[in-house]
């Protein structure tokens, strides 16, 4: 188990949507679920892709989808992107997930300390809750806080194929930017992710 303890408080030098670039950069047929609210625009600001589906709701839950998707298909990849805000509210999502440790799963955190979406309001991580922490002291295979690009490249590699369950925090710059929506309807998204991971067979079930 690997962590990197946040001591003193620092200022955020990221941008959410290079990381999530980065992150996403060269995906190849790894599934992608986004928590609601800026990373499922911050996903489709990186490409809309059949393999992602972003959460318009269901706060709280973005862990859950991912980890019941890696566990039905565990000879992919998935990753889970979500915001701090959204993560707080599931939290005990990271211990069920070190409970059933799928190896093919990481969960990565977008971390402006902030519920972006609604208005900017501090979250507790503003505080000093270490996210990173819990999910190692959850038991977590991985659990990194990372705060620069190095850190931000070396996820490509965990995500794609070091074995989970691994999460990461990474502390971005708490900043506005423009929607770029992914599709709005559930039923499409739902459909389309289906079709694209078990094939046109998949429309009937
Ligand atoms: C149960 C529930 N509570 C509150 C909201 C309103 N809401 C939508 S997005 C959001 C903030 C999300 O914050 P975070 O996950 O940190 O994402 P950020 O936009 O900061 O990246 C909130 C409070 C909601 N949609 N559902
Ligand atoms: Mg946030």
């Known amino acids: 188990m690997t962590t990197q303890a946040m001591n003193t408080p620092m200022k955020a030098t990221l941008h959410r949507r290079d990381v999530v670039n980065a992150l ?7 599934l992608v679920i986004a928590g609601l609210g800026s990373t499922a625009w911050d996903i489709s600001a990186a490409g809309d892709h059949d393999l992602s589906f972003p959460l318009w709701g269901a706060m709280g839950s973005s862990v859950m989808i991912g980890l019941g998707l890696a566990l039905a298909k565990p ?8 915001g701090d805000g959204e993560m ?15 190896a093919n ?3 990565i955190v977008i ?12 979250t507790h991580t503003a505080s000093g809750v ?11 295979k991985q659990a990194r806080l990372v705060t620069d690009t190095n850190g931000v490249e070396a996820l490509r590699k965990m ?7 691994n999460f990461a925090q ?12 992914p599709p709005r309807e559930g039923t499409l998204l739902k459909a389309r992710f289906r079709r694209a991971l078990n094939g046109p067979s998949a429309d009937a079930q």
């Open 130 to 140: 270490d996210l990173s922490q819990v999910a190692a002291g959850c038991g977590f």
């Open 170 to 181: 990474v502390k971005v710059i708490a900043e506005k930017i423009p929607l770029i929506l």
């Open 111 to 122: 971390d402006n300390e902030r519920y972006g979406e609604t208005g900017m309001q501090a």
């Open 159 to 165: 995500v794609h194929g070091e074995p989970g369950p």
């Open 75 to 82: 000879e992919r990849r998935v990753l889970v992107i979500t």
């Open 105 to 107: 799963l990481s969960v």
């Open 24 to 30: 996403l950069a060269d995906r190849g047929d790894l």
């Open 88 to 102: 707080l509210m599931g939290l005990g999502s990271l211990a069920t997930v070190a409970v059933q440790k799928p």
